[in-house]
């Protein structure tokens, strides 16, 4: 098993463009969860799966947010119309009976 | 208001030295657990330790342990014999609605972080 996987590993875009992030959880892993970090800070929550269906979504979660998880696997995070305030980085993370393995993130830059 | 406040926004330590990382937390919720990760450079977040509300003992995992004070809220780790990989991020996280034997789901909340310098 390989962890969790998130591509791409960086993604610059022009603001007003949508970007897509993919992520691989591990695959026993039920539950699938998105976080947002900002440069100097801690970790915010965005969303969280249980195999298919949404669970929670936070209000930062605006509605040019949208995540999916069709089939309960990989999960992927879009953004529309960009703006330079959702440059951050963007991580993944799955868990098994409490315990959280986290990727590597994918780092946006909007320009 | 801040659920997780880690005061220290950078620490220095000597290389086999001893530090602690400060982090106090605020919730009603009777049944919790707290968590410490360390996140280098690289960006990933890499578990270190755990302590469930619940928890009589203070947990420990090899030279990681957490001074869990209850009644002041408070959950420092406490690095031994810090060496120069140490040197990191640290973040401390709580989730609320704890089931014993920390197997519960649900989102973390994350203070602000810790950067920690280990000089040879």
């Known amino acids: 098993d390989t962890g969790v996987s998130q591509n791409p590993r960086h993604k610059i875009t022009k603001r007003g463009q949508n970007v897509t992030f993919r992520c691989d959880p591990i695959?026993?892993?039920?539950?699938l969860y998105w976080y947002r970090q900002t440069l100097g800070q801690g970790p915010e929550f965005l969303t969280y799966?249980?195999?298919?269906?949404?669970?929670?979504k936070s209000r930062l979660l605006s509605d040019r947010f949208s995540a999916e998880r069709p089939k309960g696997s990989f999960s992927t995070l879009e953004i529309q119309r960009t703006e330079q305030g959702d440059s951050a980085m963007y991580l993944c993370?799955?868990?098994?009976?409490?315990?959280?393995?986290f990727g590597s993130g994918t780092r946006l830059t909007v320009v | 208001a801040q659920k997780i406040t880690q005061t220290q926004p950078g620490m220095f330590v000597q290389e086999k030295e001893a530090v602690t990382l400060d982090c106090t937390y605020d919730?009603?919720?009777?049944?919790?657990?707290l968590f410490w990760y360390k996140q280098p450079s690289s960006g990933e977040m890499i578990f270190l330790i755990y302590?469930?509300?619940?928890?009589?003992q203070n947990a420990t995992e090899g030279r990681y342990s957490l001074n869990f004070q209850k009644a002041r809220k408070s959950a420092n780790l406490v690095i031994s014999a810090s060496q120069l990989g140490d040197s990191a991020m640290y973040f401390c996280?709580?989730?609320?609605?704890?089931?014993?034997?920390?197997?519960?789901?649900?989102?973390?909340?994350f203070g602000q972080g810790t950067i920690l310098t280990v000089h040879p």
């Open positions: 302590q469930g509300s619940y928890d009589q």
């Open positions: 799966f249980q195999n298919e269906a949404q669970l929670e």
């Open positions: 695959s026993e892993h039920n539950r």
């Open positions: 993370a799955s868990s098994w009976q409490g315990s959280y393995t």
């Open positions: 996280a709580m989730r609320e609605g704890e089931r014993a034997g920390g197997t519960s789901y649900g989102k973390l909340t």
């Open positions: 919730t009603s919720d009777p049944s919790y657990g």
